[in-house]
């Protein structure tokens, strides 16, 4: 075997041939495109090459949840409220979805993920992070498996993805969503500079509109701009995220070993929501408590924390606020503990007198999740991978699955009004 630096000189060469040491990582982020809209689109064929919108009912009061790039094109965005979308595009045909089809369907996508990879992490109903390293020797070889991925969720469940090939988690997701629909597009360590650089700061998960007014406020507006800037300028402005945004803009792994500490200075995840018009319907103040529980629990996992307390905020028709939160015996990452506590600290007596204009549903009291998929997703040991794939479907089994509070819930979301 080479020594330590021989080995490194070794390594550094074979990535100019395409080639993979056996401790390089190859992640794909796998993206269905418009996933509840397509999936429309797929079972009725009169819908296709048409806006379609999925998630509201015969009135205009609900939630859009997903819609087509056709729709997509006139501006509409999935959270926008029906009334707003239909506003912008008027001739969408508006659907009401099935989220028991939708689940489905995502089963069968991880079942193809499974053909190809133990190592499968849904992040959400249509997303998942598959580690493919153990079945590469060279960068080719990576698009080829991409490649016949795409090829066999097509064949086996008539549906298109967009798919990321990049070395770690954070690259593979961005690097998804740039050819979006049907897309697949690398980002090697090499192609840094030419693919991810040119791009604006807030394409970087966590990098929101405030972090993003801060950077440009610095001249900072580039993700390669981000990866450039002085580390103590970027610290004076961001604090403790600097290093980790930094670390991302070049290219570094910030999933693994370094993730729980860049991310520990989260206090809270907080979601809310204003109604265009306000409401007493409880059913559709729960079915939108749980969309936000939903958000929350997802951006949760994301950072790899368990919660142990969960507040709910309430503004009432004439601006007065109240927020409400309760303690949890254990923490917890399940998205239907969140709901569920939240959903019992909205205060039904004053639902019952005044309308409500305002929802929020936040976590705190997080703390590291050692054990949460997110964490283990690259844990050594096969067994211990297939537990977390199986804990991870098993979780969107619950989230969606035919006895889960969810369903209740999306039905109201689809027929609100
Ligand atoms: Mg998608």
Redesign the pocket.
């Known amino acids: 075997m080479f020594p330590t630096g021989k080995r490194g000189t070794m390594r550094r060469g074979a990535s100019l041939d395409h080639g993979l040491a056996p401790s390089d990582r190859v992640i794909l982020h796998v993206?269905?495109?418009?996933?509840y809209a397509q999936v429309e689109q797929m079972l009725k064929p009169d819908l296709r090459g048409k806006p379609v919108i999925v998630g509201l009912g015969r009135s205009r009061r609900g939630v859009v949840t997903a819609c087509s790039y056709e729709a997509k094109a006139f501006g509409v965005k999935s959270g926008m409220s029906g009334y707003e979308a239909l506003k912008l595009c008027p001739r969408a045909e508006v659907v009401r979805g099935s989220m028991d089809t939708y689940t489905y369907l995502s089963e069968k996508t991880r079942e193809v993920f499974g053909d190809f990879t133990p190592i499968v992490e849904p992040a959400s109903i249509?997303?998942a992070y598959l580690d493919i390293s153990g079945c590469m020797t060279c960068y080719s070889d990576a698009v080829a498996l991409a490649s016949a991925l795409k090829a066999e969720i097509k064949r086996r469940i008539a549906l298109v993805c967009s798919v990321g090939v990049s070395v770690n988690k954070h690259l593979a997701k961005i690097s998804s969503a740039l050819e979006k629909p049907d897309g697949l597009t690398t980002m090697w360590p090499h192609e840094l500079r030419e693919k991810l650089w040119p791009l604006a700061v807030s394409k970087i998960y966590g990098i929101g509109p405030v972090t993003t007014r801060t950077l440009n406020g610095i001249g900072v507006f580039k993700i390669g701009e981000l990866a450039e800037a002085p580390i103590s300028l970027l610290k004076r402005h961001l604090g403790s995220g600097a290093e980790h945004f930094k670390r991302i803009a070049n290219g570094e792994n910030v999933s693994s070993v370094h993730r729980h500490e860049d991310l520990s200075d989260e206090k809270s995840i907080s979601h809310a929501r204003t109604f265009n018009y306000d409401s007493d319907d409880i059913e559709y103040l729960h079915s939108v408590i749980l969309h936000l529980s939903d958000k929350v629990v997802s951006r949760m996992k994301k950072g790899g924390f368990l919660t142990r307390t969960v507040s709910l905020r309430v503004r009432f028709s004439d601006f007065t606020t109240i927020t409400r939160d309760k303690s949890l015996q254990k923490p917890t990452e399940k998205v239907e503990t969140v709901y569920e506590t939240a959903r019992s600290l909205l205060p039904l007596r004053r639902v019952n007198r005044e309308k409500v204009r305002l929802l929020g549903v936040k976590v705190t009291s997080l703390s590291r999740a050692e054990s949460t998929p997110q964490m283990t997703l690259f844990g050594d040991t096969r067994s211990e991978r297939q537990i977390v794939a199986a804990n991870a479907v098993e979780d969107i089994r619950r989230k969606f699955g035919k006895e889960s509070i969810v369903r209740a819930g999306s039905l109201k979301f689809i027929e609100s009004g």
């Open positions: 993206d269905m495109d418009a996933f249509d997303e």
